[in-house]
């Protein structure tokens, strides 16, 4: 198994990098990677983000708002979430 710890904290570099390894890695090599996003919203890929954030609110905190690759609800990610 390869383990990758990611420290960056960027959200948009690191639903990046999980694209990234998705598209590289073999199939059959087995990976871990975690890592923490600074303050923002991950989308689902067909969630309409008009409907889901308060874009007010996620301007006036610095909120990032990133779509990532799968589907699924809205979450919110800070320094107090680990990802995997």
């Known amino acids: 198994m390869i383990y990758i710890i990611n420290d960056s904290h960027d959200p948009y570099f690191n639903l990046a990098s999980e694209e990234y390894i ?3 890695f073999q199939d059959d090599e087995k990976y871990l990677m975690l890592w923490q996003n600074q303050p923002s919203i991950i989308i689902g890929k067909h969630q309409n983000t ?3 954030i308060n874009s007010e609110f996620v301007q006036a905190n610095n909120i990032a708002v990133v779509r ?3 589907g699924g609800g809205a979450v919110y990610h800070d320094l107090g979430n680990l990802n995997f």
């Open 68 to 70: 990532r690759l799968s």
């Open 50 to 52: 008009i409907e889901e």
């Open 22 to 24: 998705m598209n590289s």
